[in-house]
């Protein structure tokens, strides 16, 4: 009910008497962004072209904020927690998710074909929201053992997660969903990752990649530098968690990371890939 409430708060002085407008697009967990488009129906605002397209972009925008605001607030940043619920907890505020939301890059808007509807695309960047919610200074140390193993030294980490894996803790299985902060746990449940973990001044802990992209087709650009020449290749075991985000990895694969120094540092460093289904990466953004 808390949840439904911080939504109304949004959303309900713009509910009556509102032009027609929509929003379409997906979040697009590959890229960090959501990218969002938003159509005005001329006619129901009342808008004749030329002169009212001043008017029309003013509606367009507000039309935005008010769609854009339940998708921001929904936005899952660990297992357990959405925006919405750190609004709850006071621990993120209204208006930082407007300004985020403001923070958009936004092309000017174009007419649609039909000459009907004025139309605008919103690219909002996940990374300065995360960078918004790492709240420490200075990175916490990962786990270590007294008796570290001979490690190669490895320029990244990929964690192939795809298809439904073994719930920890339930019955049955589920596939891997991706959050902003998710944990890495070991096959003992031992903390391997957690944001605390992650230098403050990056603005992500974990970079999703396609499977298909992993195994076949090639890593983009910006994946293939943050994995670099020797990645660690580990497949995922399970997954843990109220909201099944956290991969779990066999303890084996846990101690190659923690070894060494220089492998502990992929984690501060954030140089970590998990790869999912292609399918697991798109979550359609929905309005009116």
Same mark, same amino acid.
């Given at each position: %009910?808390?949840?439904?409430?911080?939504?109304?708060?949004?959303?309900?002085?713009?509910?009556?008497?509102? !032009?027609? +407008?929509?929003? *379409?697009?997906?979040?697009?967990?590959?890229? %960090?962004?959501?990218?969002?488009?938003? *159509?005005?129906?001329?006619?129901?605002?009342?808008?004749? @072209?030329?002169?009212?397209?001043? #008017?029309?972009?003013?509606?367009?925008?507000?039309?935005?904020?008010?769609?854009?605001?339940?998708?921001?607030?929904? /936005?899952?940043?660990?297992? *357990?927690?959405?925006?919405?619920?750190?609004?709850?907890?006071?621990?993120?505020?209204?208006?930082?998710?407007?300004?985020?939301?403001?923070?958009?890059?936004?092309?000017? $808007?174009? /007419?649609?074909?039909?000459?009907?509807? &004025?139309?605008?695309? =919103?690219?909002?960047?996940?990374?300065?929201?995360?960078?918004?919610?790492?709240?420490?200074?200075?990175?916490?140390?990962?786990?270590?053992?007294?008796?570290?193993? $001979?490690?190669?030294?490895? +320029?990244?980490?990929?964690?192939?997660?795809?298809?439904?894996?073994?719930?920890?803790?339930?019955?049955?299985?589920?596939?891997?969903?991706?959050?902003?902060? $998710?944990?890495?746990?070991?096959?003992?449940?031992?903390?391997? =990752?957690?944001?605390?973990?992650?230098?403050?001044?990056?603005?992500? %802990?974990?970079?999703?990649? !396609?499977?298909?992209?992993?195994?076949?087709?090639? @890593?983009?650009?910006?994946?293939?530098?943050?994995?670099?020449?020797?990645?660690? #290749?580990?497949?995922?075991?399970?997954?843990?968690?109220?909201?099944?985000?956290?991969?779990?990895?066999?303890?084996?694969?846990?101690?190659?990371?923690? *070894?060494?120094?220089?492998? #502990?540092?992929?984690?501060?460093?954030?140089?970590?890939?998990?790869?999912?289904?292609?399918?697991? &990466?798109?979550?359609?953004?929905?309005?009116?």
């Amino acid at each position: %009910m808390k949840k439904f409430a911080v939504i109304l708060i949004f959303c309900a002085a713009a509910l009556c008497g509102q !032009p027609l +407008t929509g929003i *379409s697009g997906a979040l697009e967990w590959d890229k %960090m962004e959501i990218n969002a488009v938003v *159509s005005l129906d001329l006619a129901s605002a009342d808008i004749r @072209l030329p002169t009212g397209r001043t #008017r029309g972009e003013a509606l367009l925008e507000s039309g935005y904020i008010r769609l854009i605001r339940p998708e921001i607030l929904d /936005l899952p940043v660990d297992s *357990s927690s959405t925006i919405a619920d750190l609004v709850e907890r006071g621990e993120y505020s209204i208006a930082e998710a407007e300004n985020f939301a403001l923070g958009a890059k936004a092309p000017v $808007p174009v /007419l649609s074909p039909d000459l009907r509807s &004025l139309r605008a695309s =919103y690219s909002l960047s996940l990374g300065g929201l995360v960078s918004a919610l790492l709240r420490h200074s200075r990175p916490a140390e990962p786990m270590r053992i007294l008796g570290p193993l $001979p490690v190669p030294a490895y +320029t990244g980490i990929i964690i192939i997660a795809a298809g439904e894996l073994p719930v920890h803790g339930r019955k049955g299985s589920a596939m891997i969903r991706p959050c902003l902060f $998710p944990k890495i746990w070991d096959t003992g449940m031992n903390l391997v =990752y957690e944001r605390n973990m992650l230098e403050p001044s990056k603005d992500s %802990m974990i970079r999703y990649a !396609p499977l298909s992209a992993v195994l076949g087709s090639g @890593l983009s650009a910006g994946d293939a530098a943050l994995a670099g020449g020797r990645p660690l #290749r580990i497949l995922a075991r399970g997954v843990f968690g109220e909201r099944p985000t956290d991969p779990v990895i066999d303890r084996e694969d846990a101690l190659l990371i923690i *070894s060494s120094a220089e492998n #502990r540092r992929l984690l501060r460093e954030g140089r970590v890939l998990v790869a999912l289904d292609d399918s697991a &990466l798109k979550v359609p953004l929905e309005g009116e």
